[in-house]
């Protein structure tokens, strides 16, 4: 289950794991610069994530791309 956070300018909602991985990365803003697609992948490819460990590990690999 996605516990959804915030809805961003494309009408999708940012799920709440997303939400605070960036945040705690500071990655707020990268994310939000970010092609609507984009962010909709990276969105997408958070549902097949299982742990907190493995969202911070993935956030860290989109800011650092």
């Known amino acids: 289950m996605v516990i959804k ?11 709440v ?5 960036l945040e705690q990365y500071n990655a707020m803003d ?3 610069s970010l092609s609507a697609e984009t ?5 997408d490819h ?5 742990s907190k460990n ?5 956030v860290q ?3 650092t791309k």
């Open 5 to 15: 956070m915030v809805k961003y300018t494309s009408g999708s909602e940012l799920p």
């Open 54 to 58: 493995e969202m911070l590990n993935y």
């Open 30 to 32: 990268h994310f939000f």
């Open 39 to 43: 962010q909709q992948q990276i969105i």
């Open 61 to 63: 690999s989109i800011v």
């Open 17 to 21: 794991g997303l939400g605070l991985a």
């Open 46 to 50: 958070t549902q097949t994530i299982q």
